[in-house]
């Protein structure tokens, strides 16, 4: 059961969005930077670990345009966010050093010919000296705005047989990339996903040479080039139509397992919210990249302003609030009280862009008091942003009470941990709405890959049958655990001291979510528990198989301290149920817990 130590998670699986990490010590190992460790990775989660087809590409753009033994480069879809990297790390080093980092542009060759509908890409690297490369990686993880392994792979092999190349005209480079006006023209003729498309050219028939120069191979046209990368010519129609379908599933309006054709064809009913519709949701490459850009939209809405980190936060949540802007307010208990103390700054006079929080927190699933919130952000005029990857918009819907919902799409709306991408969800009935729609229509700019996006539709057919399945499994795995007198905590919605707010947010058929952590009395247990449960380890959650890891070491790993601050325990193991059958997963548990007592004795 136990996949090897770097290997992908899930096993045999390209693009896996996981790794494995099958011990505790391994984790701690893999924090530390040690070699028996990282020399064994083969991927890791996207976001933390650059996909070797990433790093290959990227080294393949330095050696054209850079200095090998002394440069490195950072990948993005588009002009537009490669810029946000550039400008960050010229903010973060010596103003003497700022010409060293530059960005180069790529475009389609002339010669893809690309017609109407084929697919294409743009491309843009942040080359700067090597020694900045950890100030480019804060940039990389926390705005999740990087390209995808599989951009990566395609426009590696675009590349090298000439259909991508520099674009040497700043002018043309602009108009090429400039950012697709808001989400309906995910439907329209004009480019795709960041997916830049060439003017059309009379096509070549079939065989005949269309390109020999620029580094095109003789007798091979770009509708071969497409064949051969996607195995049929993957089209704009394709790729537009799974992402209306998506956006569809997740503005509530198709609530049934059905697939694309039909999913095109269904008469919307009504969503989350009255009047909501697929063009209030906007899809980003990540869940991450959704939250970076609301915050980036909301400052261009309302203007720089400090924002509020709500209850302990995915740690690339607060990082953003904190290092993009004017900086934020963290209230990491999430509490009442600090509502109170929130209250009393809003009394005196403190103002606010915008709160941002989980329902339910990670990996305490504890639920805040969104009502209040909502009721303090009508009255001192700031957004509400919620995330609500953790338990979903089937089980519980918080769109009511805020002005954005965010989610990593990457989770439990594909289950398969082999795509990324993420969403932002406008509630048409919040003050905010009108002018955050006009930003977005201004600047909103599509850089989900084509590819990715076909993908995640495919994994997200069955969305709502694999929710009821894992809310039932993980109700009852939770309940032996909390049983049981070798744990000293279960967290979990269903048990948390925050129930009643969760409860008021549940949907009439919604369930606790599928993901639990907990805490043991000795570090000693916690590590026998982790190392003999037999389920697949590693980062992510929300995947249709069982997934563990020890969580807080992994998030918090140079701030364990801080983290127990917030009575977040660093021996916490957290784990994401799947579909597998509950009474062998029950066993699982059970010979975990003996591991437990064994240890204990």
């Known amino acids: 059961m136990l996949q090897a130590l770097g290997g992908p998670v899930p096993p045999n699986t390209d693009h896996a969005v996981s790794v494995s990490l099958p011990t505790w010590r391994a984790n701690v190992g893999y924090e530390e930077g040690e070699d028996w460790v990282i020399s064994k990775m083969q991927c890791g989660y996207p976001r933390f670990f650059v996909h070797p087809v990433i790093q290959k590409l990227a080294r393949e753009i330095v050696s054209r345009f850079g200095d090998s033994e002394q440069e490195a480069a950072t990948l993005f879809a588009s002009i537009k966010t490669a810029r946000i990297c550039h400008s960050f790390i010229v903010s ?25 509908t084929a697919i294409t890409s743009t491309l843009s690297a942040v080359i700067y000296p090597t020694e900045f490369a950890p100030i480019a990686k804060q940039v990389w993880q926390h705005s999740g705005n990087g390209i995808s392994s599989r951009r ?26 400039r950012p697709c006006k808001g989400p309906r023209r995910y439907q329209g003729r004009g ?37 051969e990368r996607f195995g049929r010519n993957l089209s704009t129609l394709h ?19 059905v697939e694309l054709p039909e999913a095109l064809e269904t008469a919307s009913s009504e969503g989350r919210v009255a009047g909501i519709s697929e063009d209030d949701v906007l899809l980003y490459p990540s869940g991450m990249s959704a939250i970076f850009n609301s915050h980036q939209t909301l400052m261009n809405a309302r203007g720089p302003m400090k924002s509020i980190c709500f209850g302990f936060p995915y740690t690339d949540t607060l990082k953003i609030l904190q290092k993009w802007g004017p900086g934020c307010l963290f209230y990491g208990h999430g509490s009442s009280e600090d509502l109170d103390d929130l209250e009393s700054r ?35 005029d700031f957004a509400v942003v919620v995330d609500e990857t953790i338990s979903n918009f089937l089980n519980i819907n918080v769109l009511r009470y805020a002005d954005i919902v965010v989610s990593s799409l990457t989770k439990i709306f594909s289950g398969d941990s082999n795509v990324m991408g993420g969403s932002a969800v406008l509630n048409p009935h919040e003050q905010y709405y009108r002018h955050l729609k006009e930003i977005f229509n201004r600047d909103f700019e599509d850089i989900y890959w084509a590819e990715d996006a076909v993908f ?11 929710i009821d399945k894992i809310n039932s499994t993980s109700e009852e795995i939770t309940a032996m655990l909390k049983a049981s007198p070798l744990i000293k905590d279960v967290h979990y919605p269903k048990y948390s001291p925050t129930r009643p707010l969760y409860d008021s947010l549940r949907n009439p058929n919604g369930g606790y979510g599928g993901l639990f952590s907990v805490t043991f009395y000795s570090t000693e247990e916690a ?24 969580y807080v070491l992994l998030a918090h790993y140079g701030e364990l301290d801080w983290a127990r601050s917030f009575n977040v325990d660093p021996d916490l193991v957290r784990i994401s149920a799947g579909l597998e059958d509950v009474s062998d997963l029950r066993s699982r548990f059970e010979r975990a817990l003996d591991a437990v007592e064994k240890a204990r004795k």
């Open 456 to 466: 995640l539709e495919r994994n997200s057919r069955d969305f709502v049958s694999r």
């Open 152 to 177: 990566g792979e395609f426009c590696l092999r675009a590349l090298q047989d000439g259909f991508l190349v520099e674009d040497k005209g700043s002018g043309a480079s602009e108009s090429i990339q």
């Open 191 to 227: 480019s795709l996903s960041g997916v830049a498309r060439t003017p059309s050219t009379p096509s070549s028939s079939a065989g005949t040479p269309s390109a020999t120069a620029n580094g095109v191979e003789d007798g091979r046209d770009y509708s071969q080039f497409i064949e």
């Open 92 to 116: 973060k080093i010596p103003v003497e050093q700022s010409q060293k980092v530059r960005i180069v542009n790529f475009i389609p060759s002339p010669h893809t010919e690309a017609g109407s």
């Open 239 to 257: 790729a537009n139509q799974a992402k209306d379908a998506v956006r569809r599933r997740i503005a509530g309006v198709l609530t049934a397992d």
């Open 346 to 380: 809003l009394k005196n006079g403190e103002r606010f862009l915008s709160l941002f929080t989980e329902a339910p927190g990670n990996p305490l699933l504890r639920t805040p008091d969104l009502v209040r919130i909502r009721a303090l952000a009508d009255q001192y």
């Open 527 to 550: 590590i026998a528990f982790y190392d003999t449960l037999e389920v697949l380890k590693g980062p992510s959650l929300g995947t249709n198989f069982t997934l563990s890891s020890p």
